[in-house]
């Protein structure tokens, strides 16, 4: 059965409007979660690692203001796009893992258009 | 700067025959290295691992090898089936210089399997 559940699995949404994705971790308590995006064609590329009670740790060049993180239970992350436009528009997915050097796994995405 | 790469963007294969997957990095401090199945519009899935440690892991039809020396791994898939038409994704785990492991993923390879 599935590890994560992402919601929703689509959205479009005007610019300038914000977005929240939920993340949840079925199987297990997850005090980390990881936030990956997705552009057509190219490789996925980590956003940010949510961390349970703590701020989240974003890589290089992800604006934190702009993609907010709250992981405000062992069980759920989320992801808000604020203020949202057009180039912000990808496949954005999220994992959990059991622990170090275990395998991820994902959430089945969500698709956010910005028009 | 790509640490993980994955030089061939596609593949195609006869059914029942061998598929060889190629994943070259660069950084030598990658201690355990995976291997995804992704769909499109879907989450990518797990399929193998293996840590730094061996140079070989084989689950069924999956064959996952290491050859450290030449920062590089491959996944066979032996026979290959027209389910197995998907975006290979490898991966690598960064240890920690602080915090949590990352895992990098490579650019991805489109597989097609032939009936």
């Known amino acids: 059965g599935a590890v994560v559940s992402q919601h929703p699995s689509w959205v479009i949404c005007k610019s300038g409007t914000s977005v929240k994705i939920e993340c949840r971790s079925l199987?297990?308590?997850?005090?980390?979660m990881f936030w990956y995006r997705q552009f057509p064609k190219q490789s996925l590329m980590l956003m940010a690692t949510?961390?349970?009670?703590?701020?989240?740790?974003?890589e290089q060049g992800v604006e934190k203001d702009k993609f907010l993180i709250n992981h405000a239970s062992l069980t759920l992350s989320t992801l808000t796009v604020t203020s949202a436009h057009p180039e912000d528009s990808s496949f954005y997915i999220c994992?959990?893992?059991?622990?170090?050097?275990?395998?991820?796994?994902f959430g089945n995405g969500t698709r956010l258009t910005v028009t | 700067d790509q640490q993980v790469k994955q030089n061939s963007p596609s593949l195609s294969v006869q059914e029942g025959r061998i598929s060889i997957l190629n994943c070259d990095y660069t950084?030598?401090?990658?201690?355990?290295f995976l291997w995804y199945k992704k769909y499109p519009a879907e989450g990518p899935t797990f399929l193998i691992s293996?840590?730094?440690?061996?140079d070989k892991n084989e689950d069924g039809r999956f064959t996952v090898f290491l050859n450290k020396s030449a920062k590089h791994l491959s996944l066979h898939i032996v026979p290959s089936q027209p389910g197995d038409s998907a975006v290979y994704f490898c991966?690598?785990?960064?240890?920690?210089?602080?915090?949590?492991?990352?895992?990098?993923f490579g650019t991805g390879t489109r597989l097609k399997v032939l009936a």
């Open positions: 293996i840590s730094s440690i061996k």
């Open positions: 949510s961390n349970e009670g703590s701020k989240a740790t974003y």
């Open positions: 199987d297990f308590q997850a005090t980390t």
């Open positions: 994992s959990v893992r059991r622990y170090n050097n275990s395998p991820l796994h």
């Open positions: 991966a690598a785990s960064l240890p920690p210089t602080s915090g949590t492991y990352k895992y990098i």
């Open positions: 950084n030598s401090m990658f201690d355990y």
